[in-house]
């Protein structure tokens, strides 16, 4: 997963605690994305940033906040966390060849007791 | 809304035959399409991509596209234990500046010896 880093890999978290998850690119793209995956619901897209300073909502955006502050970062935040929370993030990037691709970051495993 | 429909399987074919794998989406001004691969506990990564009607080969791997019908299919020839996996559809329609991607939820592949 190189190109893509997110921080933690593995994260738990009390009902009503907040936590930030961090993504990270050296591929200078303009695009990243975050999603969540739950068993037999595939990849939902919460949020996603065209460009630096920029953020629209996705498919499931209800309980989170991002912030695209500079061209390389890309963060989602949840302020008040829900065991409806718990799954696995992941973070993306357009490919480098072909740009309608995704590149995905190795995850963020989430438990929200 | 945009739905992108794989069957859940799982899809059991012994070593060395043809694996069938099937996707549908419903919005017709879809412009791309990919499948990517899982391993269990593992990010998403891209195996193949197509654009425009017909089929598609890059080794063992063949995608076959129809717009027509909008339907996107995966054959994986002579298949491995190594190619036990899930399989995600995905489908991108243009929004805004960014390709929005929308995924299936999977098809779970098992090739066994």
């Known amino acids: 997963n190189a190109g893509v880093t997110q921080t933690p890999k593995f994260q738990v978290l009390k009902t009503g605690q907040s936590m930030t998850l961090q993504c990270a690119q050296d591929?200078?793209?303009?695009?990243m994305y975050w999603y969540r995956q739950d068993p037999g619901m595939g990849l939902r897209l919460i949020y996603y940033?065209?460009?630096?300073?920029?953020?629209d909502k996705g498919e499931v955006p209800n309980g989170y906040n991002v912030s695209r502050l500079n061209k390389r970062e890309f963060s989602l935040r949840l302020e008040s966390a829900a065991p409806s929370q718990t799954s696995v993030y992941f973070c993306a990037i357009p490919g480098s060849t072909k740009k309608h691709e995704q590149y995905f970051g190795p995850g963020t495993r989430l438990t929200v007791t | 809304q945009k739905e992108v429909e794989q069957n859940s399987g799982p899809l059991s074919v012994p070593e060395g035959a043809i694996a069938s794998l099937n996707c549908t989406y419903s919005?017709?001004?879809?412009?791309?399409f990919f499948w990517y691969r899982q391993y269990s506990g593992k990010s998403p990564e891209l195996i193949m991509s197509?654009?425009?009607?017909g089929d598609k080969e890059d080794g063992r791997f063949t995608a076959q596209l129809n717009k027509a019908s909008q339907y996107v299919s995966l054959l994986i020839r002579d298949s491995q234990p190594s190619d036990s996996a899930t399989y995600l559809c995905?489908?991108?329609?243009?929004?805004?500046?960014?390709?929005?991607?929308?995924f299936g939820r999977g098809t779970s592949l098992i090739v066994h010896p």
């Open positions: 197509i654009y425009s009607n």
């Open positions: 919005d017709r001004g879809s412009q791309s």
């Open positions: 995905a489908v991108n329609a243009r929004g805004g500046g960014s390709y929005i991607p929308t």
């Open positions: 591929m200078n793209h303009n695009s």
């Open positions: 940033s065209a460009s630096e300073g920029t953020t």
